[in-house]
Nanobody, 124 residues
Framework: QVQLIESGGGLVQAGGSLRLACAASDTTFSTYTMGWFRQAPGKEREFVAAINWNGGSTSYADSVKGRFTISRDNAKNTVYLQMNSLNLEDTAVYYC?????????????????WGRGTQVTVSS
């Protein structure tokens, strides 16, 4: 069983930045596709960003393109989400997810491990 622990959330003013991190307990982390998803109050969980096993492929939701950057450090079993130019619509619980089977995807149901989430709140 893979454990994913997110960190780095918090309260930030609009226009500010945050860096989320997700540490994985599994030493086979380097083979996983990793993703970030978010869920705002009253809304469904939505895709934010994904990165393949070696960082060679990434994908972003249109709403975060040019502002967010996903990266990974396989030596540290950690994936990151750098969030810049944050706006009020970015307020949500952010979840890290891992897909242990081959294949790069942005579809939430195809990820088989999930963290508990970290709250990001953007204030005006």
């Amino acid at each position: 069983q893979v454990q994913l622990i997110e960190s780095g959330g918090g309260l930030v003013q609009a226009g500010g930045s945050l860096r989320l991190a997700c540490a994985a307990s599994d030493t086979t982390f380097s083979t996983y596709t990793m993703g970030w998803f978010r869920q705002a109050p009253g809304k469904e969980r939505e895709f934010v960003a994904a990165i393949n096993w070696n960082g060679g492929s990434t994908s972003y939701a249109d709403s975060v393109k040019g502002r967010f950057t996903i990266s990974r450090d396989n030596a540290k079993n950690t994936v990151y989400l750098q969030m810049n130019s944050l706006n009020l619509e970015d307020t949500a619980v952010y979840y890290c997810a891992a897909r242990s089977t081959p294949g790069f995807t942005t579809t939430a149901r195809l990820y088989n491990y999930w963290g508990r989430g970290t709250q990001v709140t953007v204030s005006s």
